[in-house]
């Protein structure tokens, strides 16, 4: 296992150069919360009501950030044809940069998510259960966009066509996400249902996506 180890630590430190990094992460999603009551007004209670979507909506656009480059820095220095030729097979290698990035970029996302939440005027029990539904969710967001980002690796300045190809795929966990917040905040859809298909996509991904994005990054090597 030290290869493995090795390579994730390698990754963890190179998405805190260039992936975006926790502190530009948690300053984006900050940005997009505290912007909201500006547009729907100061009514707290329908910021509580709308505090879930706000806070899945931020925390998708804030795990997209900086995941256009998740390969592209490796394709360009011709590390990527080391890790292609390597020993670790492909799918692993695709799979432990995603979970680097999703330490470095979702998980204080997750951790600071109830402060912002309290902003919102968010009781703490529906807050805990929407933080729960953020900690399921956004490894599927990240699975989901290493697809893109290994599609668009070779193109330059390839983020807005990586945004284009990612965000339709990543509906199903918002819709799911947003349903599981929302019964957590009093809606009328039980929380366990959504909950548990949020946690299926994510593991689903898991599986999959490694796959997909290595075969991706195949076919641009070649």
Do not use: Y
Not at 166 to 191: N, Q
Request: proline share 7%; glycine share 8%.
């Amino acid at each position: 296992m030290t290869p493995v180890f090795a390579l994730f630590a390698r990754e963890w430190r190179v998405a805190r150069r260039i992936g975006g990094g926790a502190s530009v992460g948690a300053v984006f999603f900050l940005i997009l919360v505290a912007i909201m009551p500006f547009a729907i007004g100061p009514d707290l209670n329908l910021l509580a009501r709308l505090g879930p979507a706000i806070l899945w909506i931020a925390a998708l656009l804030a795990t997209l950030l900086g995941l256009d480059r998740l390969f592209q820095a490796d394709h360009d220095d011709g590390s990527l044809d080391v890790m292609i030729n390597g020993p670790l097979p492909l799918e692993l290698v695709a799979l432990i940069k995603c979970a680097a990035h999703w330490t470095t970029s979702a998980l204080p996302l997750i951790v600071v998510s109830p402060v912002f939440g309290l902003m919102l005027g968010m009781a703490p029990q529906p807050l805990a259960l929407v933080v729960a539904t953020l900690a399921a969710g956004t490894p599927a967001l990240t699975m989901i966009g290493a697809i893109g980002a290994a599609l668009t690796v070779s193109l330059r300045r390839g983020g807005l066509l990586m945004a284009v190809l990612v965000l339709p795929l990543t509906i199903p966990v918002l819709i799911f996400g947003v349903a599981a917040a929302s019964a957590a905040s009093g809606g009328a859809t039980p929380f366990l249902t959504p909950f548990l298909m949020l946690c299926a996509i994510s593991l689903f991904a898991i599986a999959a996506a490694p796959f997909a994005a290595a075969a991706a990054l195949r076919h641009v090597r070649e």
